[in-house]
């Protein structure tokens, strides 16, 4: 109580906001885009349409789990963002989704705006038989994540990359490192290739089951990948075609 008693006023009344705040957290429709693309262009900046947004959130060709928005009167304020996509977890199709987007709009900060709508999207994901979700959060969303949403980490993401050219080299060095990728490059077995545009008539190769050994991947289906490659608008996806087409 001593403690308490000690208390600033202002932070008293801080605290007094961050447990009613005035937003409230809705399931998103397709009419709430133009509120969303609004809410995307303050925090993030502009760059996206309102077709984008239609395909990421509401137009995947599986049950689709639209955002959970905080909405204050009619204003986004707002957003946590899953992408509904099928899975295969030990040997068995499921429905997952990934989480995506979250976002609050800067006058909104430090009310646990996004711990609640992840926590109202994921009851609804329960509730429609959605069986987990995963992401890959940057340094700033880990800690919410594995603190607060009850996350587990499961393994840290490989990335591979094949240099075409030398970079942040001083130009003596820059040319020779140049020759050494080239000539490792021409050493490969690949001879022939044909790349192209992805459209939407471009006929995808489903790839090869995954080992046994993998208890838990995307299930890259024909449609799957239809949608996240072929019907993005403004996708610029290419194609990469060796041997017999």
């Known amino acids: 109580m001593q403690a308490m008693a000690g208390r600033r006023k202002s932070q008293m009344s801080h605290e007094a906001a961050v447990v009613s705040p005035r937003w409230t957290p809705v399931l998103a429709t397709r009419d709430d885009l133009p509120k969303i693309l609004a809410l995307y262009e303050q925090v993030w900046g502009p760059g ?12 995947a ?9 905080a909405m204050d009167g009619d204003a986004c304020v707002g957003l946590y963002a899953v992408v509904a996509t099928p899975m295969i977890l030990d040997g068995q199709p499921i429905m997952g989704c990934q989480s995506v987007d979250t976002m609050t709009h800067p006058d909104y900060r430090r009310q646990n705006m996004s711990v609640t709508l992840a926590r109202a999207c994921y009851e609804v994901a329960k509730r ?23 996350w587990v980490k499961t393994d840290d993401m490989l990335r591979w990359v094949r240099p075409l050219a ?18 490792h490059a021409l050493r490969g077995e690949i001879r022939s290739a044909i790349v192209s545009r992805v459209t939407a008539e471009t006929r995808f190769v489903v790839p090869r089951a995954m080992p046994v050994a993998a208890r838990c991947h995307v299930d890259k289906s024909a449609a799957w990948l239809q949608w996240r490659y072929a019907a993005e608008p403004g996708g610029a996806y290419q194609t ?3 041997g017999d087409p």
Request: hydrophobic share 45%; proline share 12%.
């Open 48 to 59: 996206r349409s309102l077709d984008y947004l239609g395909w990421k959130l509401f137009d």
């Open 61 to 69: 060709p599986f049950e689709p789990l639209p955002p959970m928005l």
């Open 128 to 150: 429609r038989g959605f069986r987990l979700v995963y992401g890959m959060p940057n340094e700033n969303s880990y800690p919410m994540f594995m603190k607060h949403l009850d």
């Open 166 to 183: 030398a970079r942040r080299l001083p130009a003596f060095l820059a040319e020779p490192a140049n020759r050494i990728i080239r000539a």
């Open 240 to 242: 990469y075609l060796t």
